[in-house]
């Protein structure tokens, strides 16, 4: 279809067929599993910053930078329609928040996680993979109701 606007099905069928053919071992992607101390002890950090004291939790995970390397960017599906998602590839941690907070979200904050980035840096070394630095982040906020 070219430069033409695909419709918001086509677009909806190439995300699902994108991930349906990476569910069977998505979990075992590196960076999809807790398997070290430093992980877990940056995991439950991570947790007591967004979690405390909410009351039931309405969640979106928008998703994380991505590589060529398997990720979606490089997926034969999203090549397709890369052109029409436009966090494709990632944003900013500040553009996010921004985001959030002009859709009414309140108590917007985020976090580098540079203990998880740390960790799993670490990890790779231990595991013998090269050694790549991933930028992560959490951003969080809440409706109001």
Sequence with gaps: MGARRQSGDVVKQQVAAHWNRRAPGFDTDFGHSVRTAA????WDRILDLVLPGRAPLDA?????P???????????????IGDQLPFLGGRAREEIEKLLSAHGLVRVG?????????????????????????????VWGDVVR
Excluded: C
């Design 110 to 138: 985020s976090d580098p996680l540079a203990d998880l980035v740390a960790a799993q840096a670490q990890r790779m070394v231990d595991e013998g993979l090269e050694r790549r630095t991933h930028r992560r982040f959490v």
């Design 66 to 80: 991505v590589t060529p390397a398997g990720g979606a960017r490089g997926s034969e599906e999203y090549r397709a």
């Design 60 to 64: 979106l995970d928008a998703g994380a």
């Design 39 to 42: 992980e877990r002890a940056a």
